[in-house]
């Protein structure tokens, strides 16, 4: 039960224990595989570039260069992963701090805890399997449903999202219900992503597991497009519940489309008014490289507590949430 004393954590004693169980639980499923694990840094020179993210930064005084530098703490350990990847590590997982400056809210707390693993010689396909395997043994969860992004859009909404125009995706909205007061969007992929978020997840994943794959190739992110239909991305997405709990990708390896990648957010980043961030050198070397055919998900474990244990609010599963800390 929470405490309204500051000083006092806002998790009971038997949910932190829950947390330690679900910690064991996650260990013991990785060295059953022989998944190493790893602990990366969680500040860097470089940051995510991606326009919906939002990065903490700190000014470092102690460089080895003499001058001051900026830091940020990571809002995924990713890069660095995939570091160790494209070193020859093998499969590789890791649970850590990861920041996002954002509000906090009932399912999020600007400082969080993440799992985030990679399996080389997996595609997503193998990697939403080990996934759900995952949560039947932490949730007790059925078979988990696994529908693309294409045909979850048709069941639930009668719209075909690789074809849509943007006039049919505004009209699909107001029949919903949107209500926009500084207007409609005039982009695809904005009216996509609140139709998505607004009207399809609400409806999935309420009794078992939903796997969405299949997104837009707009919206791959770090994901491979898919080889069969270049408007696609290898990429998926898992609900539970009302709970968007992972995000996870058959891994992009060419050096250059990630460096373009980069350029188009900061690009993205410009026109919205948002400073242009740094991209990490050291991950686009190391994909030069070479990075291995590998798949990886960010799971939030915050997130998989909440639905264990029944938690209505994120701060009934940590000791202290940001205004505590």
Not at 138 to 147: F, N, Q, R, V, Y
Request: net charge negative.
């Amino acid at each position: 039960m929470s405490s309204n004393t500051p000083w006092q954590p806002t998790a009971s004693l038997n949910n932190l224990r829950e947390r330690a169980e679900l910690l064991r639980q996650i260990r013991d499923f990785f060295a059953c595989r022989d998944v190493l694990e790893v602990d990366t840094p969680l500040l860097s020179h470089g940051t995510v570039t991606d326009v919906h993210l939002a990065a903490f930064s700190s000014e470092f005084d102690h460089s080895v260069t003499g001058s001051k530098e900026t830091l940020y703490l990571q809002t995924s350990p990713e890069y660095a992963m995939k570091r160790l990847l494209c070193a020859g590590y093998g499969s590789i997982y890791q649970i850590c701090k990861a920041f996002r400056h954002e509000g906090a809210g009932r399912f999020h707390n600007p400082e969080f805890t993440m799992l985030e693993w990679y399996r080389t010689g997996y595609d997503h396909h193998q990697l939403m399997a080990e996934m759900d395997t995952l949560l039947q043994l932490t949730l007790s969860t059925g078979t988990a449903e696994k529908i693309s992004y294409q045909d979850v859009f048709l069941r639930e909404l009668n719209v075909d999202p690789l074809t849509a125009t943007v006039d049919l995706l505004q009209q699909t909205a107001l029949q919903c219900g949107l209500d926009m007061h500084a207007g409609m969007p005039e982009d695809a992929d904005t009216l996509l992503q609140l139709l998505f978020s607004l009207y399809i997840e609400p409806r999935i994943g309420a009794a078992v597991p939903c796997f969405v794959y299949g997104f837009p190739a707009s919206q791959a992110a770090l994901a491979k497009v898919n080889e069969d239909d270049a408007r696609t991305a290898d990429r998926f997405e898992v609900y539970f519940k009302g709970v968007e709990l992972a995000n996870g990708f058959n891994e992009l390896a060419n050096p250059a489309e990630q460096r373009q990648r980069f350029l188009n957010d900061n690009a993205q980043r410009r026109q919205s008014g948002l400073p242009e961030l740094p991209v990490d050198e050291h991950f686009l070397s190391a994909l030069e490289q070479g990075l291995p055919d590998c798949a990886g998900v960010a799971l939030g474990i915050d997130r998989l507590l909440m639905l264990k244990t029944g938690a209505e609010h994120i701060q009934d599963i940590i000791a202290f949430p940001v205004s505590r800390a």
